[in-house]
């Protein structure tokens, strides 16, 4: 049973067909005036009309990079690099790629701002951080994807002079998408598009240049565009979008009797805003508990999910995000529903992770 | 003061070290725990507000390594 939608949803059906279409067709380039050049070009142009209206903006604020990742890179540097200022501001639980984005321009006026239990986002320090000399641009997610968190992101107070990037890789295709930014980056595998397609949304009227060698403007960020998967991914976005409030409704109420499962665990704590959260993910952090062991225990038991814990494969550091929430970082387990996934699948789940836990802690000798 | 050598543990053992040597310290006495894990920065804390002790602070041991303080409280 998969349980980490977030890390990566599988191709949604609506995606495979127009994928397998576009394959066919999509193969030129869309910059000659040929006739695969033209077709390439149009099928790149729906794929950007369809996005923009998905995502509330113009087809031509709309441009495809090589991942999210690569997104947030082109964006927070590209809007920094249009200033003249260095300084970035950000939430202290941003995505790694926002973290890394900054590390990699030194700067004095770099802030990291600080959250509270729940994760959400300090407004009033942000907006005093975002006032300091040398303050470039700020960045605030849409939503957590560790903990699911939605950020305040339309009450956001900042200078005119400097905007605003929300990575909302972890929110898009699950709850409404915040109004207020001057950019807005995504990715397609998040939403059940092919990965290798991320979106960079830039307002009209903010100043953008690209920050890495090659042309400006969004129309060609990072090379030759991959146009059917372009458009596959916004195929797939259109009918996730289209289910949406109906699938959230109901991994909402699932995803609270696994909160409620969890909680009942001994010694684990749920992460996270209990309300003001993404409807299909729950993070909790059970005492005692490797990361690595119950992922490994919960795989053999059928059940694929992800961990925050400095123990767990990629790193031996702890989650920024747990770390910076207060929270327990180890031990800890991220649940991220399909939109398919059954109520008798959650139960058989929360039986299945009772059963993990009670065992891992046996073996530690307690 | 009852001072554990959780240098080489892996997380989250010095957790775990931490739990089993609570009760051979009397209420309102201090434990401290040594660790290289950085995890343990964190989930010493969190393991204190969990499980109701007080989170006394971190100093550095002899060999300055990380040095995890806390105070049986219950």
Same mark, same amino acid.
């Given at each position: 049973?998969?349980?980490?939608?977030?890390?990566?949803?599988?191709?949604?059906?609506a995606?495979?067909?127009?994928?397998?279409?576009?394959?066919?067709?999509?193969?030129?380039?869309?910059?000659?005036?040929?006739?695969p050049?033209?077709?390439?070009?149009?099928?790149?142009?729906?794929a950007?009309?369809?996005?923009a209206?998905?995502?509330?903006?113009?087809?031509?604020?709309?441009?495809?990079?090589?991942?999210?990742?690569?997104?947030?890179?082109?964006?927070?540097?590209?809007?920094?690099?249009?200033?003249?200022?260095?300084g970035?501001v950000?939430?202290?639980?941003?995505?790694?790629?926002?973290?890394?984005?900054?590390e990699w321009?030194p700067?004095?006026?770099?802030?990291?701002?600080?959250?509270?239990?729940?994760?959400r986002?300090?407004?009033?320090?942000?907006?005093?951080a975002?006032?300091?000399?040398?303050?470039?641009?700020?960045?605030?997610?849409?939503a957590?994807?560790?903990v699911?968190?939605l950020?305040p992101?339309d009450?956001?107070d900042?200078?005119?002079?400097v905007?605003?990037?929300?990575?909302?890789a972890?929110?898009?295709?699950?709850?409404?998408?915040?109004?207020?930014?001057?950019?807005? #980056?995504? @990715?397609?595998?998040?939403? =059940? !598009?092919?990965?290798? &397609?991320?979106? *960079? +949304?830039? /307002?009209?009227g903010?100043?953008?240049?690209?920050?890495?060698?090659?042309e400006?403007g969004?129309?060609?960020?990072?090379?030759?565009?991959?146009?059917?998967?372009?458009?596959?991914?916004?195929?797939?976005?259109?009918?996730?979008l289209?289910?949406?409030?109906?699938?959230a409704?109901?991994?909402?109420?699932?995803?609270e009797?696994?909160?409620e499962?969890?909680?009942?665990?001994?010694?684990?704590?749920?992460?996270?805003?209990?309300?003001?959260?993404?409807?299909?993910?729950v #993070?909790? @952090?059970?005492?005692y508990? =490797? !990361?690595d062991e119950? &992922?490994s225990? *919960? +795989?053999? /038991?059928?059940?694929?999910?992800?961990?925050?814990?400095?123990?767990?494969?990629?790193?031996?550091?702890?989650?920024?995000v747990?770390?910076?929430?207060?929270?327990?970082?180890?031990?800890?387990v991220?649940?991220?529903?399909e939109?398919?996934t059954t109520?008798?699948q959650?139960?058989r789940?929360?039986?299945?992770?009772?059963?993990?836990?009670?065992?891992?802690?046996?073996?530690?000798?307690? | 003061?009852?001072?554990?050598?959780?240098?080489?543990?892996?997380?989250?053992?010095?957790?775990i070290e931490?739990?089993?040597?609570l009760?051979?310290?009397?209420?309102?006495?201090?434990?401290?725990?040594?660790?290289?894990?950085?995890?343990?920065?964190?989930?010493?804390?969190?393991?204190?507000?969990m499980?109701?002790?007080?989170?006394?602070?971190?100093?550095?041991?002899d060999?300055?390594?990380?040095?995890?303080t806390v105070?049986?409280?219950?």
């Amino acid at each position: 049973m998969y349980l980490d939608a977030a890390s990566s949803q599988r191709l949604h059906p609506a995606a495979r067909d127009t994928l397998l279409a576009a394959l066919e067709r999509g193969y030129g380039d869309p910059r000659r005036l040929h006739g695969p050049g033209r077709d390439a070009r149009l099928l790149l142009d729906n794929a950007r009309a369809v996005v923009a209206d998905c995502l509330g903006a113009h087809p031509d604020e709309i441009g495809f990079t090589a991942s999210g990742t690569d997104a947030v890179h082109r964006g927070l540097l590209g809007l920094a690099a249009a200033t003249g200022r260095t300084g970035i501001v950000h939430g202290a639980i941003e995505h790694s790629s926002v973290l890394h984005a900054t590390e990699w321009r030194p700067s004095p006026a770099h802030a990291s701002v600080p959250v509270d239990r729940n994760g959400r986002v300090d407004l009033d320090t942000l907006a005093a951080a975002s006032r300091r000399e040398g303050v470039a641009v700020a960045a605030l997610q849409a939503a957590n994807q560790e903990v699911g968190t939605l950020q305040p992101v339309d009450e956001v107070d900042l200078p005119a002079t400097v905007p605003l990037l929300v990575d909302a890789a972890a929110a898009v295709g699950h709850v409404v998408l915040p109004q207020r930014w001057d950019a807005l #980056t995504a @990715s397609a595998h998040k939403w =059940g !598009g092919p990965a290798g &397609v991320g979106i *960079l +949304a830039v /307002r009209r009227g903010t100043r953008w240049t690209n920050p890495f060698p090659g042309e400006d403007g969004l129309d060609n960020a990072g090379g030759f565009p991959n146009v059917p998967a372009a458009l596959a991914a916004a195929a797939a976005l259109q009918a996730v979008l289209a289910e949406r409030e109906e699938v959230a409704a109901r991994q909402f109420q699932m995803v609270e009797r696994i909160r409620e499962a969890a909680v009942g665990l001994p010694d684990t704590e749920v992460v996270g805003d209990p309300v003001h959260r993404l409807p299909h993910l729950v #993070t909790f @952090s059970c005492l005692y508990v =490797g !990361g690595d062991e119950i &992922v490994s225990d *919960l +795989a053999q /038991r059928g059940y694929g999910v992800a961990s925050g814990s400095a123990c767990t494969a990629s790193t031996l550091e702890p989650s920024h995000v747990l770390a910076a929430m207060g929270a327990l970082t180890h031990g800890n387990v991220r649940v991220s529903l399909e939109s398919g996934t059954t109520e008798d699948q959650v139960d058989r789940f929360c039986a299945a992770l009772a059963e993990s836990v009670t065992a891992i802690r046996a073996r530690a000798g307690l | 003061m009852l001072e554990l050598d959780c240098r080489d543990f892996p997380c989250p053992r010095p957790i775990i070290e931490l739990a089993k040597a609570l009760p051979s310290v009397a209420v309102g006495d201090l434990l401290a725990v040594v660790a290289r894990d950085p995890a343990a920065r964190y989930d010493v804390p969190a393991w204190c507000r969990m499980r109701g002790q007080e989170y006394v602070g971190e100093d550095l041991a002899d060999d300055n390594l990380p040095r995890y303080t806390v105070r049986r409280l219950t």
